[in-house]
């Protein structure tokens, strides 16, 4: 069983920085695909990123790409998202999530972390 537990997250003014954190308690956070997604207040969650087991490669979703950085340190069981330039649009609660390489859904999932953007 793996437990996800993000950290990070806060208010930032619109062209800020955050970087979140996700950390993974159990034994297979290294054999699992892992990836943020985001959910703002009345939309569908969506995906954000996705980082493989290796950490050297790596999907973004159009709406955050070259603002959006995710990564992964295996040693730490953790998993990062860089974010700049934040804007309004950002806003949203920020789920971290791990699944099995081939699998389609992902099965493990965090509380989530509240990111507000505003002036």
């Known amino acids: 069983q793996v437990q996800l537990l993000e950290s990070g997250g806060g208010w930032v003014q619109p062209g800020g920085s955050l970087r979140l954190s996700c950390a993974a308690s159990?034994?297979?956070?290294?054999?699992?695909?892992t990836g943020w997604f985001r959910q703002a207040p009345g939309k569908d969650r969506e995906f954000v990123a996705a980082v493989d087991l290796s950490g050297r490669n790596t999907r973004i979703a159009d709406s955050v790409k070259g603002r959006f950085t995710i990564s992964r340190d295996i040693a730490r069981n953790t998993m990062y998202l860089q974010m700049s330039s934040l804007q309004a649009e950002d806003t949203a609660i920020y789920y971290c999530?791990?699944?099995?390489?081939?699998?389609?859904?992902?099965?493990?999932w965090g509380q989530g972390t509240q990111v507000t953007v505003s002036s």
């Open positions: 159990g034994r297979i956070f290294s054999r699992i695909v």
């Open positions: 999530a791990g699944k099995r390489p081939g699998e389609q859904e992902y099965a493990y």
